[in-house]
């Protein structure tokens, strides 16, 4: 379980970094956290040329409020983001998706970007990036481009970042204190990947939906926004009817496979029981 | 002369392990120092489950810088003859296996060459650029297609792939069943799963001059690898010498004779340079034996009050590609069909029991062997009777079990049970998990707030301490069963305690000392455990099946009388008393009824190795060095019942462990908070089992769970507060009273689990009679009942 040979490098801004990965393109791999490239390479399933880590790069290590958006640099960590009172206030259904996410000891290591970036199909972050009309800034030689989250996401393991691109950092929208938000999910097992899950929020207006939206993670080969349920939301008073509406609605948009931990059907009805709790913020794991 | 200290047997003595190992201080296999010039060693394994190997082109790997040597099957089987298991049972096929494979590979994993280098990192790019080619052939996975007569043939000396078939009948089967008020008969399928210790295998072969070799490696046998390296290398034995450093986790998976330990051995000779090969995950995964991929076919007939009048059983193992050694493809075939009988007055039955070959990884021991199914299965069937009748399943037990008054018994199989406690332990359990009470709330529906809550009891004899007969019985006839002790007073009167076990974590150096400091008479800090080395202290069968506290405390107490008689006369000689009238306590000697009187074990060792001017008594020897061995019968049965209490979620199928209790019977307790580990980290592996792990093939013979992502472990946040009570009822039946601990906590939780769910989901028309009980399929269930 050893890597394949590859050249490390360390630059320590992001400049450097970006001239690094012009220099190298699709032979480099960016490291941030590790926690999932590093298996990865051990596995030999990942191979690249040159690892260049950012972890020297501390003007990357920041979580602000620019205008209307929550920025989190690529250097934080997952557990700095689940504890930052700032996430919390200005992000809720951020710092609710990422006590979900690996394990406390992961956490601390891998990055919140580097999970966005990986685009696992069962993680978590990717759907609370949907839910939140989250923004990649990508940044590379040439400059910036910032990607909205429904364009990021491709299919599993696959995002729109270019080689020479280096996700600098997430822009999150910030969420109105009355809206409410929930993660739900299910697993086999306390401390494995969840075989489904959903991210969502809402908000209201004298008893009626004015907003709602709704992410789906590990019931389909990518993380997936369930419009069809948000729309079945909107304009109701969230009873029970319109939740029954959401749940039929979830479960006819999603597609999902079966794998060795759970069949389609299921992850077909649980998108659908994971909705309902969230809607109702039942407190279930 | 007699010992008058307070005991330190039954004492939560604090474990010595704890110190260093929590502090990162232990010493595996990898943290060895590695001597100079010390090669690495990677293996080739097959993706494929069956193929005929065309061609292996080792060039390319040969010709990368660091890459020393690339050796293919039949290299090594030049230098190592075939591997075997040694089963002595009418009708069992018997089969070998090389260590790399020649010409055909027979399961996903198999190793069909190794590459020799000065790294890890280079023998693992070495393989990368070794050039098998293949030609699949059709493979078979599943047990019950093995048998099909158009299925590939696994083994060319396996015919129809059965390894073997056993049979069993009482007389009156038959009968029982005619006279039978209803017949309760279910099918119980069981998950292969495999141990996954936290330290995967490994192994370190130093060559010393002038010709001997010292190999280091992560097992739970020491001895039988020694015998297998000297046997199948074709070395003297007395030039090697087998050490186990610390280990982390054998669970049975590392009492095993493995492929990669002969050839990591056989390449040291050759190359007599120092050879070291560390497992990784992947590999444990694959070729790490399995076990658990078993099928029971179950039949009672019952009385109208519940009472079994005869069993019927027919249990199917997959044995893998090979018989493993040395326990061979039979040990869950006839450990399943010999234990199912548990506590419960089974006087006519009848088994067969079948082992087959098939193109997966080999099959031997896991923690619990076999009990964990078959107790699912007859704890299943006991549940099915008071379903059927409407009784309560714990008094269906009750009406079942064989009472405490009635022990000694002998079940059905020939197998003694000198004490127990089947009857109270199921009491207790009872007691402390407020079954009543739960039994009552259920009467309002067992769906309640969204969840179906249930109840489930596994009641079980646990198998340990098995002496010779014991493997006999089940064609084991190159399984000692001895385990051996060496007590040594030292010039110092310190006490060093050589057993002929190894530990992997079970707290040896802890227990063996408070074995030894009783029977002794010494002070438990003066005493050191010394063991896993083949050239400290005589041979033995090692440390497996729940044996060590059995076997090993018996030949230490053994061991210890004799060094205290030899005390006694030293002393009785320099007290000018007799060796009747001394006394022992902590360490001291002196004559009864005059405490002045008295020698301290340093001052009478100093006469035994003549350090100083006292005489020996006339026709003693120098020092004191006394060796015993101990053989226990047949086998030593603990007890113990476990209840479970459960809430499926109605909505999604997740299960939840409400409540959890384990009342455990090992006869005398050495150390309570040892044998509640013991019980915890059991539990935990049988939540792991019942509800989360499963090793799954293709149905071409493909790994689908090559990963932890895949093959899901049970962790801390999985395993619920409980709470364990002891019984104790010693054994009468062997030396010091112990019975071993080592599985019931494992083997009681499966079978708790599947029945406490199949109670939750009892008002619905479901059938519960497989694991692992994950919510897909639990979902699924519900929904298909309506629920």
Request: proline residues 5%; hydrophobic residues 45%.
């Amino acid at each position: 379980m050893k890597p394949a040979p590859f050249s490390f490098v360390a630059p320590e801004s992001l400049d450097e970094v970006v001239r690094t990965l012009a220099e190298h393109g699709d032979d480099a791999q960016i490291l941030a956290g590790g926690q999932s490239l590093v298996p990865l390479m051990n596995l030999r399933l990942a191979r690249p040329e040159v690892v260049v880590s950012i972890n020297r790069c501390h003007e990357l290590d920041y979580i602000r409020l620019v205008d209307d958006r929550l920025v989190i640099g690529a250097l934080v960590r997952q557990i700095d983001a689940e504890t930052s009172p700032l996430v919390q206030a200005e992000c809720p259904l951020l710092a609710k998706a990422l006590p979900h996410v690996g394990l406390p000891a992961t956490r601390n290591r891998g990055t919140v970007c580097g999970s966005l970036a990986h685009c696992d199909p069962l993680a978590e972050l990717p759907a609370a990036a949907l839910a939140l009309e989250a923004e990649m800034v990508l940044t590379s030689a040439a400059g910036e481009r910032r990607v909205p989250a429904h364009d990021f996401f491709v299919a599993e393991m696959t995002t729109c970042i270019e080689p020479g691109e280096v996700v600098s950092a997430v822009t999150f929208a910030r969420q109105d204190p009355s809206e409410r938000s929930a993660v739900r999910e299910v697993s086999n097992g306390g401390h494995v990947f969840p075989v489904g899950g959903v991210a969502l929020r809402w908000a209201s207006s004298d008893g009626i939906c004015t907003m709602a939206r709704i992410a789906a993670f590990g019931v389909g080969s990518v993380a997936q926004r369930l419009r069809d349920a948000e729309r079945a939301l909107v304009g109701s008073d969230v009873g029970p009817a319109a939740i029954a509406a959401a749940v039929a609605a979830a479960r006819s948009e999603v597609d999902p496979t079966g794998d060795i931990h759970a069949d389609a059907d299921y992850r077909r009805h649980l998108v659908g029981v994971l909705l309902e709790r969230g809607l109702l913020e039942e407190e279930r794991p | 002369m007699s010992v008058d200290q307070n005991g330190a047997v039954g004492q939560s003595v604090l474990r010595r392990e704890d110190d260093y190992l929590l502090r990162g201080q232990g010493r595996f296999v990898d943290d060895l120092p590695t001597p100079l010039n010390t090669l690495h060693l990677a293996f080739v394994l097959s993706p494929y489950a069956h193929a005929r190997i065309t061609s292996i082109d080792t060039s390319e790997a040969m010709a990368l810088d660091g890459v020393v040597d690339v050796l293919t099957g039949a290299d090594l089987a030049a230098m190592v003859k075939p591997i075997a298991a040694q089963i002595e049972l009418p009708g069992y096929s018997f089969n070998t296996r090389d260590v790399l494979a020649v010409d055909e590979v027979r399961f996903a994993g198999e190793a069909v060459a190794v590459v020799v280098a000065e790294s890890q990192y280079l023998a693992e790019d070495g393989i990368e650029l070794v050039e098998v080619d293949y030609e699949p052939l059709a493979a078979v996975t599943d047990i019950h297609e093995a048998t099909d007569p158009a299925a590939p043939q696994v083994n060319p000396t396996v015919p129809g792939n059965v390894y073997f078939e056993g049979r069993f009948a009482t007389d009156n089967v038959a009968a029982g069943f005619d006279a039978a008020a209803h017949v309760i008969a279910e099918d119980f399928n069981s998950n292969r799963v495999t141990a996954v210790p936290i330290e995967p295998r490994g192994c370190l072969a130093v060559p010393e001059q002038p010709a001997n070799l010292v190999f280091y490696s992560s097992t739970q046998i020491h001895h039988l690898l020694r015998t297998a390296l000297a046997e199948f290398l074709d070395v003297a034995e007395s030039t090697l010498r087998v050490v186990v450093p610390d280990v982390g986790g054998g669970f049975g998976i590392k009492a095993a004779l493995y492929p990669e330990e002969f050839v990591c051995a056989a390449l040291a000779l050759r190359l007599r340079r120092p050879v070291k090969w560390i497992q990784d995950r992947y590999g444990a995964l694959l070729t790490d034996v399995h076990a658990r991929d078993n099928h029971y076919r179950v039949e009672a007939a019952i009385d109208d009050d519940g009472i079994v009048l005869a069993l019927r059983a027919e249990i199917r193992t997959n044995g893998g590609a090979y018989s493993a050694l040395p326990f061979g493809c039979t040990l869950e075939t006839t450990g399943g069909a010999r234990m199912i009988v548990g506590p419960y007055r089974i006087t006519e039955y009848e088994y067969t029991a079948t082992a087959v070959a098939t193109h997966t990884a080999p099959v031997l021991a896991y923690r619990g062997v076999a009990q964990p199914v078959c107790f699912m299965a007859i704890e299943g069937i006991m549940d099915r009777i008071a379903r059927r009748l409407g009784l309560d399943p714990a008094e269906v037990r009750l009406r079942n079990m064989v009472p405490t008054a009635e022990l000694p018994w002998t079940n059905i199989v020939g197998v003694r049970y000198d004490t127990g406690s089947f009857v109270e332990s199921l009491e207790m359990a009872m007691e402390m998990v407020n079954y009543d009470e739960f039994r009552a709330s259920q009467a309002q529906g067992r769906l309640v707030d969204g969840k179906y809550r249930g109840i489930g009891i596994c009641s079980f004899t646990e198998v340990s301490g098995t002496g010779a007969p014991g493997w006999r019985a089940r064609g084991l006839t190159r399984l000692p069963g001895f385990d051996s002790g060496t007590v040594k007073v030292e010039p110092t009167g310190k006490v060093t305690a050589f057993v002929s076990h190894a530990h992997s974590g079970q707290g040896h150096f802890t227990t063996f000392a408070q074995v030894v400091a009783d029977a002794l008479g010494a002070r438990l800090e003066d005493v050191t455990v010394v063991e896993g080395d083949t050239a400290a202290g005589p041979y033995g069968t090692n440390t497996f099946a729940s044996r060590s506290a059995v076997t090993g405390g018996g030949a230490l107490i053994r061991a210890s009388e004799k060094a205290r008689l030899k005390l006694a006369r030293i002393a009785a000689f320099m007290l000018e008393s007799t060796p009747e009238d001394i006394v022992v306590a902590d360490g001291q000697m002196h004559v009864a009824g005059v405490p002045s009187r008295a020698l301290s074990f340093q001052e009478v060792a100093e006469t035994a190795y003549a350090m100083n001017t006292s005489d020996l008594p006339e026709g003693e020897s120098f020092g004191v060095e006394e060796t015993d061995f101990y053989d226990p019968p047949l086998v030593t049965m603990a007890n113990a019942t476990h209840i479970a209490q459960v809430a499926v979620d109605a909505a999604d199928g997740t299960v939840d462990i409400e409540g959890y209790v384990v009342v455990h019977d090992c006869g005398r307790v050495i150390n309570p908070m040892i044998v509640d580990g013991q019980v915890m980290g059991g539990v935990a592996q049988g939540i792991g089992e019942a509800l989360m792990e499963e090793f799954v093939y293709d149905p071409d013979g493909g790994v689908r769970t090559a990963t932890l992502m895949d093959y899901l472990l049970p962790s801390s946040v999985d395993v619920p507060n409980y709470q364990i009570a002891h019984i104790e009822s010693p054994s009468i039946d062997t030396v010091g009273g112990f019975k071993g601990v080592g599985e019931g906590g494992l083997i009681g939780a499966v079978a708790a689990l599947v029945n406490a769910v199949a109670d939750a989901l009892s008002d619905l028309d479901v059938n519960v009679n497989t694991k692992p009980l994950r919510p897909a399929l639990l979902s699924r269930l519900i929904r298909e009942a309506g629920g």
